[in-house]
């Protein structure tokens, strides 16, 4: 597709579960990035890819989230026993590789909610 | 590092000139944007604007950079009720690859 795409797009789990959230970026974009935002608060950064490194992870606020990313594309976020302040929208962005000049292109994001 | 500071809220008459203010902490920040969020949707990119210039225009939108004072503004003329969302202001600095965000202003037109 022409965007950025993020699956699924409303997510449900009962507190405890594991929950993978899906990022397919713009074609040909070497970078890659996570952010949480939650009700009513700004942006919170959680990871940055370059290709398939995580050159700056400093983002994740707990053990319990990982990401990776593979063939320089699809990025996946991974909660494991997810808790009820876990509750946000995820949203993704891609970009093309250049210091400085970040223009980015988000996806419409993951809506989380736990039980 | 980096703090980028933006006003939450702001409300206009349909019609009037909205301007929503952002102040950035870094000088060495190069490249300053705004985005829009839309209710249920992510971010779009708006404009953008290097830090050697002093003023964009893009239609109805009109970005004012004063260096000096570390301070951008956007201004949108003519607002209109689809201008609702928020606007988030983000810096980028030369040596990274990371851009700081704000915490977005969110303006509501009213009729």
């Known amino acids: 597709g022409a965007g950025v795409s993020q699956s699924p797009s409303n997510k449900v789990t009962e507190k405890g579960k594991d929950v993978e959230l899906r990022c397919d970026p713009i074609?040909?974009?070497?970078?890659l990035y996570w952010y949480r935002q939650s009700l009513g608060q700004g942006l919170e950064f959680l990871i940055y890819?370059?290709?398939?490194?995580?050159?700056?992870k400093s983002g994740l606020p707990s053990d319990r989230f990982s990401a990776e990313r593979t063939g320089g594309s699809v990025s996946t976020l991974t909660i494991q026993r997810t808790q009820q302040e876990d509750s946000a929208v995820y949203l993704c962005?891609?970009?093309?590789?250049?210091?400085?000049?970040?223009?980015?292109?988000f996806g419409d994001g993951t809506r989380l909610s736990i039980l | 590092g980096e703090d980028v500071e933006q006003s939450l809220f702001l409300s206009v008459r349909e019609g009037d000139s909205s301007v929503i203010n952002c102040t950035y902490t870094?000088?060495?920040?190069?490249?300053l944007y705004w985005y829009k969020q839309e209710p249920g949707a992510g971010l779009q990119l708006l404009t953008y604007?290097?830090?050697?210039?002093d003023m964009k225009q893009d239609q109805r939108l009109t970005v004012l950079l004063n260096k000096k004072d570390k301070h951008l503004s956007l201004r949108i003329a003519d607002t209109q009720t689809g201008d609702s969302a928020i606007y988030f202001c983000a810096s980028g600095e030369g040596g990274s690859y990371i851009p700081t965000f704000g915490r977005g202003t969110s303006l509501i037109v009213h009729p």
């Open positions: 604007i290097f830090s050697n210039m």
């Open positions: 870094d000088s060495s920040s190069t490249y």
């Open positions: 962005a891609s970009s093309t590789t250049r210091q400085g000049h970040q223009p980015q292109h």
């Open positions: 890819f370059q290709g398939n490194s995580a050159p700056d």
């Open positions: 074609s040909g974009h070497t970078a």
